[in-house]
């Protein structure tokens, strides 16, 4: 079991920056898929990005270039800076971890997350 908690969301204007945290109650950083997801009202919920256990990222085309994923494993930690934010990025941001696997998992597109976070609202005004 793994618990998830979220920090960091809030309203900012377009352009601005907010940086989120997820802080896990255990170790996720052997073969742990960790990701951020978002959900907008009215809309299904979408992986904005991704890590490994190697430390492979990827993100969103709707993101690339703005958001950035990364962990800090001494701190059972996951973070999603988000640069030049657009008010298109308003919902509810989750963090979700899956694992651990006896391997190190792909973490692709469309991975079954377990453990998820209670969400954090991120709010971008025009």
């Known amino acids: 079991q793994v618990q998830l908690v979220e920090s960091g969301g809030g309203s900012v204007q377009a352009g601005g920056s907010l940086r989120l945290s997820c802080a896990a109650s255990?170790?996720?950083?052997?073969?742990?898929?960790m990701a951020w997801f978002r959900q907008a009202p009215g809309k299904e919920r979408e992986e904005v990005a991704a890590i490994d256990s190697a430390d492979n990222t990827r993100s969103s085309d709707s993101v690339k270039g703005r958001f950035t994923i990364s962990k800090d494993n001494a701190k059972n930690t996951l973070y999603l800076q988000m640069n030049s934010l657009k008010p298109e990025d308003t919902a509810t941001y989750y963090c979700?971890?899956?694992?651990?696997?006896?391997?190190?998992?792909?973490?692709?597109?469309?991975?079954?997350?377990?453990?998820w976070g209670q969400g954090t609202q991120v709010t971008v005004s025009s």
């Open positions: 979700a971890a899956a694992g651990p696997y006896p391997w190190a998992p792909a973490c692709h597109p469309g991975w079954e997350y377990s453990y």
């Open positions: 255990r170790s996720t950083a052997s073969n742990y898929c």
